[in-house]
DNA sequence: CTTACTTCCGTAGTCAAGTACGGAGTCAAG
DNA sequence: CTTGACTCCGTACTTGACTACGGAAGTAAG
């Protein structure tokens, strides 16, 4: 026993989940990491979990979720009661699939301005906009104020 | 023709687009929206175009990408040359795929803990945070400062 | 033990992406 | 031709997500 990656410092669990240092203690304060008592007097360690936890919180900003939306994806990690989890569930669900949806749209467009640039038809306009307009939130058009 | 919606002020161009008038000025000062010269003395006019820009911008947000990124995009919409233009899409392309990916094992994961909450059982562990870790960019773990 | 690096913790600064403000000019209804 | 709403433009403030700083305490090697 005594692994090497269950015994991290700080700066070792920063520098293998490939973040800053400080960035570690600013999830903390913010709860997105929890804080390990320190044996007596001493500095706190870390493992695998963390590291996890950490890469967790950056891949899912790539995918454009804020701090407070991850947040609330790990308390589903951490196992809420039944019924408020799935509701969460279902709503973040649903969020991802609108952003699978657009996401799977943007890359037939970009393939596609790929794939005639290979064939080298002079006429390259990438319909990136207008792959993502049509069928785009039927919400209130009206002073529709969202956020 | 004097179509309603090809003759927007900047306050009409922003309600329908769906954003804050200043959001629109700074999108211009950024370069993301072109700033159509004012016909003599008068005030700008928008169409369709520039809502639909406006409406990719925040779309694209959502998925992750920067206001640089976005710009980056906008060039390829806008006809750059093709040599330029092909590698700039492959690699949002590539971009664009390893979202799909993160994003589909998400969705799978949020999937499944709604199919468990559903049936009842007591057992409910959402593993997302698993479901994001193994083949997870297996770029330099040594100092990789991303960034 | 000393010495050099870390950790710990609080406070302050930075950068991206807006948001707000205020005064001067424009417009369109009455 | 005035009045109220809106545009224009520059500058300043705010928020989210870090990043840096500094002094006291912990730790590992020589």
Same mark, same amino acid.
């Given at each position: 026993?005594?692994?090497? *990656? ?8 920063? %520098?293998?989940?490939? $973040?800053? $240092?400080?960035? =570690? ?17 001493? =500095?706190? %360690? ?7 936890? $950490? %890469? ?13 939306? =991850?947040?609330? *994806? +790990?308390? *589903? ?22 952003? +699978? ?8 467009? *970009?393939?596609?301005? $790929?794939?005639?640039? %290979? ?9 990136? =906009? ?18």
């Amino acid at each position: 026993m005594e692994n090497e *990656l269950e015994n991290l410092t700080i700066g070792a669990l920063a %520098r293998t989940a490939g $973040v800053n $240092v400080e960035t =570690i203690r600013f999830y903390q304060r913010k709860g997105l990491l929890p804080e390990p008592d320190r044996p007596y007097g001493s =500095i706190r %360690r870390y493992g695998m979990t963390e590291v996890a936890r $950490v %890469r967790f919180v950056k891949t899912a900003q790539r995918l454009g979720f804020s701090l407070d939306e =991850i947040a609330e *994806l +790990l308390l *589903l990690e951490d196992g809420t009661h039944c019924a408020e989890a799935r509701a969460l569930a279902e709503r973040k669900l649903a969020d991802v699939r609108d952003k +699978l949806r657009d996401l799977t749209r943007m890359e037939t467009a *970009l393939a596609g301005l $790929v794939r005639a640039c %290979r064939a080298r038809k002079a006429q390259v306009a990438c319909p990136l =906009i207008a792959s993502l307009q049509d069928a785009a939130r039927p919400d209130l058009p009206a002073s529709g104020k969202r956020k």
